[in-house]
């Protein structure tokens, strides 16, 4: 019964594809993020919202776009994509001033 | 801006205590996390301080000094299956609207 679902888990892809990767919590938190870890392991906040709405976007490209179609979801859709985006893409929840539930991530390979 | 430092590598044995240093600066201050990561997983929750003082939970505990910036996580009874990242990370803001990520302190337990 995973708190934080994403999928999928492993992605490989061409430069200049465009590709989504889907996020889902049964937790019913209110907030949801999406965090990106490079390869040296640096885990860095990309989007956060709150009820369906963006509270935060940390100076994020535009070819990438997050989307919430409910509270309980929260997809993202990377356009064109580079060399520089392989990494690992974590998905995560909390409930305000408690802590984060992070998903398993997803590791996108771009070739 | 933020800034989060912790040790890149720690190596520590079975059974021993180990101690894993946490100085921060940042815009704001709404609490400070400890988060465990195995390799190719997801960070799990392992804490959280907001005020001074000394967390125990376990064989784990956190302290937290405000006005130094300074947090540390400490491990008693080291088990091999405590090998893994472990990384500090604050809420600048109110809300939890984000978390604030240090490179993480990788701890190896040897027998």
């Known amino acids: 019964d995973t708190a934080v679902s994403q999928t999928p888990k492993y992605l490989v892809t061409q430069m200049g594809n465009d590709k989504s990767i889907k996020c889902e919590q049964n937790?019913?938190?209110?907030?949801m993020y999406w965090y990106k870890q490079d390869s040296k392991k640096f885990l860095k906040i990309m989007f956060s919202?709150?009820?369906?709405?963006?509270?935060i976007n940390e100076t994020v490209p535009n070819r990438f776009s997050p989307k919430s179609p409910d509270k309980a979801h929260l997809n993202l859709h990377i356009n064109s994509l580079e060399l520089g985006d392989s990494a690992v893409y974590f998905c995560?929840?909390?409930?305000?001033?408690?802590?984060?539930?992070f998903g398993q991530g997803t590791r996108l390979t771009v070739v | 801006g933020q800034n989060i430092d912790q040790p890149t590598e720690m190596t520590a044995t079975e059974g021993a205590i180990v101690q894993i240093n946490c100085t921060y600066q940042?815009?704001?201050?709404?609490?400070l996390f400890w988060y465990q990561q195995h390799a190719g997983e997801a960070p799990t929750f392992l804490s959280y301080?907001?005020?001074?003082g000394l967390e125990e939970k376990g064989r784990f505990s956190s302290f937290l000094s405000r006005s130094k910036g300074y947090s540390y996580l400490l491990l008693k009874e080291l088990q091999m299956k405590d090998s893994a990242s472990y990384l500090c990370?604050?809420?600048?803001?109110?809300?939890?609207?984000?978390?604030?990520f240090g490179t993480g302190t990788r701890l190896l337990v040897s027998p």
């Open positions: 990370a604050v809420s600048p803001n109110t809300g939890f609207q984000k978390l604030v």
């Open positions: 919202y709150n009820n369906k709405e963006l509270i």
């Open positions: 995560a929840s909390s409930q305000m001033e408690a802590e984060a539930f």
């Open positions: 937790l019913g938190h209110d907030t």
């Open positions: 940042t815009s704001g201050f709404n609490g």
């Open positions: 301080n907001v005020l001074d």
